[in-house]
């Protein structure tokens, strides 16, 4: 059987210093391993994977990554590499995967509404040229004068539901094409939108 050092596993995954020490704790509470040990089986990854998921918010220092209240997670601060929210490889992959689908579905014009002004322009960078992206932003006037054309232009309408959009907003925005996305971050909302699209394929 296949093993790794548990300290490349741990810093493969962005915990370094205290954050590793507290992932390292987790592990020995869930028996995945035990103090003293220093490699782990390849067999145990998915498990690790699975329980560090569920037991941390892994975030970066920008402010747009600072975890919300609600999540009950324990927050670790990480490398941007690493941060479930900006997290940059992931982002691109799946940004990717998001615009393949939707020109599987022939859809090109894509409105999101909500984010910080961090994660929105991160997905721009990362659709440039690609879609016809358009934003409904806290400067947006939330009526049905303004949202109500952005929803019509839209082929698909994402709300990324844990960001603050106004009620006002969000009433207008209602029908088959509007795509709710409760987790932050542009990889949850890319992935929501590439799902939607599958189902219409
Ligand atoms: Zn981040």
Known sequence: MRDMALSDLLSSRGFVGEGAELALGLLCRLGL?????SRIAAAKIEAVDEAFGAAFLRHCKKPA??????????????????CEVCGGSDNRRAVEAMLVAMRQAGW????????????????ERLCRDRLEL???????TPNRKTVGP?????????????????????????????????????AALAEAVRVRCRSVC
């Open 65 to 82: 990554c600072l975890p919300s209240a609600w999540d009950a997670r324990e927050a670790i601060l990480v490398a941007a590499e690493h």
């Open 33 to 37: 391993t035990r103090p003293g040990k």
């Open 108 to 123: 090109t014009k894509l409105l999101v509404v909500g984010g910080s002004p961090g994660t929105r322009g991160d997905l």
């Open 134 to 140: 358009r934003f409904v932003t806290e400067d947006t």
């Open 150 to 186: 952005l929803l019509g232009w839209s082929e698909i309408t994402a709300i990324w539901t844990s960001t603050e959009i106004s009620h006002k907003a969000t009433a207008v925005l209602r029908g088959r094409k509007v795509l709710k996305v409760p987790r932050r971050g542009v």
